[in-house]
């Protein structure tokens, strides 16, 4: 099967800062700060904080992972060094031209022990350094947690809206299902958002009820959803991605190892269904150095398989470029970069 060039330039646009720096740049960054790890060993520690054969999958112990990666990234100058190389890294590894990466500040300030404005700027810079150096649009997403009270996501949507000009180009619900989240809750805070400038995007459709991606549709309104594959199963919200031009961050390697999707023919179905009721879609690694996979595996696999054409990888990535919260990507073809309907929100601003 035909695999894109390498000189084609693509975009990331799920992934986690957690997820996403080498393990042996955590290495070096937790004994800098002098964090007691669990082990002394390189080895043991690598396997700690990636993807296992040794490890059950689940999506619950898929999150377990990220216990000492966000633990090791809290403080301005860990986040700083992190983001840093992981911007580097994705153009150096994988022609990654413009990368969108998400992370919670909260879970990087333990505590409330470092200021958050702190932590913040440390992204920023670790970004902008990076575009120092390499031909690199990145963008920062900041992701408000499940299991976090509405207080404290509103604390992360205001300073979202106040470092928008910096860099921070878009939000994000992330997180385990909780009992006391509540889609509806986040209606008037997303909308808030929204008028700022700032790219909404959702987890959803991965760990949760099949309807509730429909619901999301509904009440938030987003330009884009993180994972979305059960929505193949919900004509409803199959109909209200196409219609509305919802793109969908897909993250085959990653639902695999999460159980969310059983295998690769399951994945053959879904994408199947996406192209045939014209959802646009695009391929992602949630955490290339977590899961031990880059975005050119990923799409080399799906072809490999049989699951996406040349064709298919090729209009993936026009659709990365084009759906980005990244400003000013130039280099999409014009018939791409045409605006996703938003008919919802016009019918607001009408």
Not at 326 to 340: G, K, T
Request: glycine share 8%.
């Amino acid at each position: 099967m035909a695999q894109l060039s390498r000189k084609i330039p693509l975009a990331e646009l799920h992934c986690h800062l957690g997820g996403a720096v080498t393990p042996a740049i955590m290495w070096g960054i937790a004994h800098a700060q002098g964090i007691k790890l669990p082990t002394k060993d390189y080895w043991e520690f690598r396997d700690l904080i990636t993807v296992s054969p040794r490890r059950a999958r689940s999506f619950d112990g898929y999150l377990q992972l990220f216990h000492w990666t966000e633990l090791i990234q809290s403080s301005p100058l860990a986040v700083e060094r992190a983001v840093y190389e992981v911007v580097g890294g994705a153009y150096r590894k994988n022609n990654v031209t413009t990368i969108e990466l998400r992370f919670n500040p909260m879970k990087r300030n333990r505590g409330g022990e470092q200021d958050l404005d702190h932590i913040i700027a440390a992204a920023l810079r670790g970004m902008d350094k990076a575009t120092l150096e390499y031909p690199v649009k990145p963008g920062l997403l900041f992701c408000l947690d499940r299991a976090f009270p509405y207080e404290l996501n509103e604390i992360l949507v205001e300073k979202a809206i106040h470092w928008r000009d910096r860099g921070i180009v878009g939000i994000d619900i992330a997180g385990p299902e909780s009992a006391t989240f509540r889609v509806a809750d986040y209606k008037r805070l997303f909308r808030r958002a929204r008028q700022y400038g700032l790219g909404l995007t959702i987890h959803t459709g991965e760990s949760g009820p099949i309807d509730e991606v429909a619901r999301v549709i509904e009440l938030l309104e987003p330009d884009r959803i993180g994972h979305g594959v059960k929505a193949a199963y919900d004509p409803r919200a199959m109909a209200m991605l196409a219609d509305r031009g919802i793109v969908l961050e897909i993250c085959p390697t990653s639902n695999l190892n999460t159980r969310v999707v059983s295998g690769w023919d399951e994945f053959r179905w879904i994408f199947d269904q996406f192209r045939r009721n014209g959802v646009r879609f695009t391929i992602n690694t949630d955490g290339p150095e977590m899961l031990k996979t880059y975005i050119r595996d990923e799409l080399a696999t799906l072809g490999r398989l049989g699951i996406l054409s040349l064709e298919d990888q090729q209009r993936a990535a026009e659709t990365s470029l084009a759906a980005a919260f990244v400003p000013n990507v130039s280099d999409v073809p014009a018939a791409v970069l045409e605006p996703a309907p938003r008919g919802v929100v016009e019918r607001e601003e009408a």
